[in-house]
């Protein structure tokens, strides 16, 4: 990744009523193109006249359709705000669709503004105060999250749901797999946030349940999906966004096998029916 930095690092970013801590210096870009690009789908959603959150989220995507699939794009040798919108990973495509919808709902349309929803969204209280602070975790996401106002848990209304508990270490557990960890202040942090969600209790839908009718109706376009995962020590392998397709839910996600973001030619329950690791999916809503 090129890491173009702005030069204007006294600048604080404010969002609507919310100030972000981030000053433009401690960003870093794919490249000069981002900001244009994230002021043109701004324009784009505020011009498409779409009010609900879901339907911004799918608008979103669809303009993202295409987008290379490129992981690790949030590591560094330090924290910083990575803005990239031309290369997506699961969660960061899933995060950029968050961002892009919240700042358009709060009527704003500059990068700037998205910035300032993109690090809320993205580290635990809305501020980036380095690798420990960011959410690793989609349990921890949606926990902040839904503290923070921006979205809500909406498995537990489906017809079938389950729950499961389970403790999530696997970060601490397999260190070596995370440069960042060699660090032990930052390898404690990390303990300390896992200590929160020893025995965590979630709701599940089982991945059998996903062919039932009423299952697949409660389904709405833009929202997020969530696929669990047995891995020990570990909640959710993957992320992306439903896409109903001729009545059925289809993913529409940044594939690591297609290398861009697509919408899943299987709908949701035959592209997990022989999956060996994923036990079912959590389904999130961002709101107004």
Same mark, same amino acid.
């Given at each position: 990744?090129?890491?173009?930095?702005?030069?204007?690092?006294?600048?604080?970013?404010?969002?609507?009523?919310?100030?972000?801590?981030?000053?433009?210096?401690?960003?870093?870009?794919?490249?000069?193109?981002?900001?244009?690009? %994230?002021?043109?789908?701004?324009?784009? +959603?505020?011009?498409?006249?779409?009010?609900?959150?879901?339907?911004?989220?799918?608008?979103?995507?669809?303009?993202?359709?295409?987008?290379?699939?490129?992981?690790?794009?949030?590591?560094?040798?330090?924290?910083?705000?990575?803005?990239?919108?031309?290369?997506?990973?699961?969660?960061?495509?899933?995060?950029?669709?968050?961002?892009?919808?919240?700042?358009?709902?709060? +009527?704003?349309?500059?990068?700037?503004?998205?910035?300032?929803?993109?690090?809320?969204?993205?580290?635990?209280?809305?501020?980036?105060?380095?690798? +420990?602070?960011?959410?690793?975790?989609?349990?921890?996401?949606?926990?902040?999250?839904?503290?923070?106002?921006?979205?809500?848990?909406?498995?537990?209304?489906?017809?079938?749901?389950?729950?499961?508990?389970?403790?999530?270490?696997?970060?601490?557990?397999?260190?070596?797999?995370?440069?960042?960890?060699?660090?032990?202040?930052?390898?404690?942090?990390?303990?300390?946030?896992?200590?929160?969600?020893?025995?965590?209790?979630?709701?599940?839908?089982?991945?059998?349940?996903?062919?039932?009718?009423?299952?697949?109706?409660?389904?709405?376009?833009?929202?997020?999906?969530?696929?669990?995962?047995?891995?020990?020590?570990?909640?959710?392998?993957?992320?992306?966004?439903?896409?109903?397709?001729?009545?059925?839910?289809?993913?529409?996600?940044?594939?690591?096998?297609?290398?861009?973001?697509?919408?899943?030619?299987?709908?949701?329950?035959?592209?997990?029916?022989?999956?060996?690791?994923?036990? +079912?999916?959590?389904?999130?809503?961002? %709101?107004?």
């Amino acid at each position: 990744m090129k890491r173009i930095i702005a030069a204007l690092v006294g600048i604080i970013i404010m969002s609507g009523t919310m100030m972000s801590t981030v000053t433009v210096g401690e960003m870093r870009f794919h490249c000069a193109d981002d900001t244009t690009r %994230i002021n043109a789908l701004l324009g784009a +959603g505020a011009q498409s006249g779409l009010e609900s959150p879901g339907k911004l989220m799918s608008f979103y995507a669809h303009e993202l359709l295409g987008t290379p699939y490129v992981g690790h794009t949030l590591e560094g040798e330090t924290e910083q705000l990575t803005i990239n919108i031309h290369e997506l990973d699961c969660t960061t495509f899933v995060e950029t669709l968050v961002a892009l919808t919240i700042t358009t709902i709060n +009527g704003r349309r500059s990068w700037l503004d998205y910035a300032a929803n993109l690090e809320a969204i993205r580290y635990r209280r809305g501020v980036m105060d380095g690798y +420990g602070s960011r959410l690793h975790y989609i349990s921890d996401w949606i926990v902040n999250n839904t503290a923070r106002g921006h979205v809500r848990e909406i498995t537990a209304d489906f017809p079938r749901v389950v729950y499961q508990i389970k403790t999530l270490d696997y970060m601490s557990r397999h260190r070596d797999s995370y440069p960042a960890l060699a660090d032990d202040t930052v390898l404690e942090r990390i303990k300390d946030i896992e200590g929160g969600y020893r025995s965590h209790r979630y709701p599940l839908i089982k991945k059998g349940d996903l062919r039932q009718r009423n299952m697949r109706t409660a389904f709405t376009d833009g929202d997020i999906v969530c696929l669990v995962t047995k891995t020990e020590g570990l909640d959710v392998s993957h992320l992306g966004i439903i896409e109903n397709v001729d009545g059925a839910p289809h993913l529409l996600h940044a594939s690591s096998l297609a290398k861009k973001v697509i919408i899943d030619p299987n709908d949701l329950a035959d592209m997990l029916q022989n999956s060996r690791t994923n036990q +079912g999916v959590r389904i999130i809503r961002v %709101i107004e």
